[in-house]
């Protein structure tokens, strides 16, 4: 039976966003989220709000809960292709690349408080192909299709801390506007299927 979506991935964001904050938060004061534009996150007038703060810049895709009926006892998420290409640029600029999902099977259990499943990714060995991988509703991992080098999760909250302690480069602002720009648009090898694609990160931005 086919698995099918309930909701779409800017719906997932906002609670992804929560959950993702909430767990930060276990190690940093401030976590400023945001949806990237370059004509407002990318302003100078956003510039001067920064200071000359260094900051740590994690990204975030967005991915759909899919089930074969209402009240299945697991779902399905899938990590496509694309978002290894987004791994790659990530690491380059020295910003995590995660994906979540929120780990509810209907909407009636997707609140605020739904508890979401974390994966980080990574530039895979061999050609990047679409991954899915199968969840509990406790975010257990049931069955996988997924080469561990390329999906690492799902990750404990300690681990995602380790990640971001250790893998998000600190930067300055400016650096962070490219690396935001960069990650979306790969302007610089003239590859703009991210852009054609409509997948957008969100990013949490994390002042030193």
């Given at each position: 039976?086919?698995h099918?979506?309930?909701?779409?991935?800017?719906?997932?964001?906002?609670?992804?966003?929560?959950?993702?904050?909430?767990?930060?938060?276990?190690?940093?004061?401030?976590?400023?989220?945001?949806?990237?534009?370059?004509?407002?996150?990318?302003?100078?007038?956003?510039?001067?709000?920064?200071?000359?703060?260094?900051?740590?810049?994690?990204?975030?895709?967005?991915?759909?809960?899919?089930?074969?009926?209402?009240?299945?006892?697991?779902?399905?998420?899938?990590?496509?292709?694309?978002?290894?290409?987004?791994?790659e640029?990530?690491?380059?600029?020295?910003?995590?690349?995660?994906?979540?999902?929120?780990?509810?099977?209907?909407?009636?259990?997707?609140?605020m408080?739904?508890?979401?499943?974390?994966?980080q990714?990574?530039?895979?060995?061999?050609?990047?192909?679409?991954?899915?991988?199968?969840?509990?509703?406790?975010?257990?991992?049931?069955?996988?299709?997924?080469?561990?080098?390329?999906?690492?999760?799902?990750?404990?909250?300690?681990?995602?801390?380790?990640?971001?302690?250790?893998?998000?480069?600190?930067?300055?602002?400016?650096?962070?506007?490219?690396?935001?720009?960069?990650?979306?648009?790969?302007?610089?090898?003239?590859?703009?299927?991210?852009?054609?694609?409509?997948?957008?990160?969100?990013?949490?931005v994390?002042?030193?």
């Open positions: 039976m086919k099918i979506s309930f909701l779409c991935e800017h719906s997932a964001e906002y609670v992804l966003v929560h959950n993702i904050v909430e767990i930060l938060s276990h190690e940093y004061d401030c976590i400023i989220p945001i949806f990237f534009w370059t004509t407002r996150e990318g302003t100078s007038i956003a510039s001067k709000g920064m200071g000359c703060n260094s900051v740590k810049l994690v990204t975030a895709y967005a991915r759909r809960p899919k089930v074969q009926y209402p009240f299945d006892t697991a779902i399905q998420m899938k990590v496509n292709a694309l978002l290894f290409h987004a791994a640029s990530g690491l380059s600029v020295g910003s995590p690349v995660l994906a979540g999902v929120p780990l509810a099977n209907n909407l009636l259990q997707f609140t408080s739904t508890q979401c499943s974390w994966f990714l990574h530039k895979p060995a061999n050609d990047a192909r679409d991954v899915e991988i199968r969840l509990a509703l406790d975010g257990s991992c049931v069955d996988h299709d997924y080469d561990c080098s390329a999906v690492e999760g799902p990750l404990t909250i300690d681990e995602i801390l380790y990640t971001v302690r250790n893998n998000a480069r600190l930067m300055s602002w400016k650096e962070a506007v490219y690396g935001m720009r960069y990650i979306r648009t790969q302007e610089d090898n003239e590859q703009l299927w991210f852009l054609r694609s409509g997948y957008r990160p969100f990013y949490l994390i002042p030193s």
